[in-house]
Structure formats: structure tokens, C-alpha cells
């Protein structure tokens, strides 16, 4: 499966046929933009960024967070709403803190997860999900 990276910056991801690393201009939202251009319906975005996955889920994209939860069109409202929420209450200036980093019980969660949508999508797709 191809794996493609979207950053503003240089990564040096491992040598492999099936990654690519793609950098962007810096700038507000220019990677988001980027990886919504090139997302075909069905690719997986591997994304904390919960407006991200509202796009990813609306072009026909799959979204899941690095703490191994796949958004769906179900919960991503909720997550929105939340999201927003926070922003506002830090707009008027509470502090609301950050996530806390991420456990070993996430790495889990996610590599479960992920090895849960690969064996589900991957194989029904051929080539898979890339993003």
C-alpha cells in the first residue's frame, strides 16, 4: 500500500517504494489543502486535526487520530462541536490546556485500529488506502 506524507517541512521517512514524502509552503491550512486535493474517496488520513477529518469524511476518505479512533460520520459532529467549543473558551482566554501526549496504551489503540481498517478496507480495495 502507498503511503504518502504531507508535511511543511523535510521528513526523512525510510527509503521505500511505497512512501512518499510530499512538503508544502508553510502556511495556515496548506498541508490540509494539499492532502484534500490529492484524496481519492476511500483513502485513509491518519490526522488529530478533527476539521481535517470532517473533509476527509465528505470527499468519501476515512480519518483516524493517532490515539486510535476512526472517525465517522456518526461521531464527527460531536468531535466538531467539541472542538469549536474549546476554541471559543480559549478565544475569550481560559485555558483549556492541550491533549495529554500520547500513552502506550494509544500506540495500542491505534496500531489495533489501524491493523483492524487494513485487514477490513485494504483487501476489499486491492491496492488500499493511501493517505
Known amino acids: 500500500m502507498q503511503l504518502t506524507l504531507v508535511a511543511n517541512r523535510?521528513?526523512?521517512p525510510p527509503q521505500s517504494q511505497y512512501i512518499t514524502a510530499v512538503v508544502?509552503?508553510?502556511?495556515?491550512?496548506?498541508?490540509?489543502s494539499r492532502?484534500?486535493?490529492?484524496?481519492?474517496?476511500?483513502?485513509?488520513?491518519?490526522?488529530?486535526?478533527?476539521p481535517l477529518a470532517a473533509?476527509?469524511?465528505?470527499?468519501?476518505?476515512?480519518?483516524?487520530n493517532p490515539r486510535g479512533e476512526l472517525y465517522t460520520r456518526?461521531?464527527?459532529?460531536?468531535?466538531?462541536?467539541?472542538?469549536?467549543?474549546?476554541?471559543s473558551l480559549r478565544g475569550t482566554g481560559v485555558m483549556t490546556g492541550g491533549p495529554p501526549s500520547?500513552?502506550?496504551s494509544d500506540r495500542r489503540a491505534f496500531a489495533?485500529?489501524?491493523?483492524?481498517?487494513?485487514t477490513k478496507y485494504g483487501q476489499a480495495?486491492?491496492?488500499g488506502p493511501a493517505g
Open 10 to 12: 523535510l521528513l526523512r
Open 74 to 87: 456518526d461521531n464527527i459532529d460531536e468531535r466538531l462541536a467539541v472542538r469549536n467549543f474549546m476554541d
Open 24 to 32: 508544502v509552503p508553510a502556511g495556515f491550512d496548506v498541508a490540509d
Open 102 to 104: 500520547l500513552s502506550q
Open 55 to 64: 473533509e476527509v469524511l465528505e470527499k468519501g476518505g476515512h480519518a483516524l
Open 35 to 50: 492532502i484534500i486535493q490529492e484524496l481519492q474517496p476511500g483513502d485513509l488520513v491518519i490526522t488529530a486535526d478533527i
Open 112 to 118: 489495533n485500529m489501524l491493523d483492524a481498517f487494513l
Open 125 to 127: 480495495q486491492g491496492s
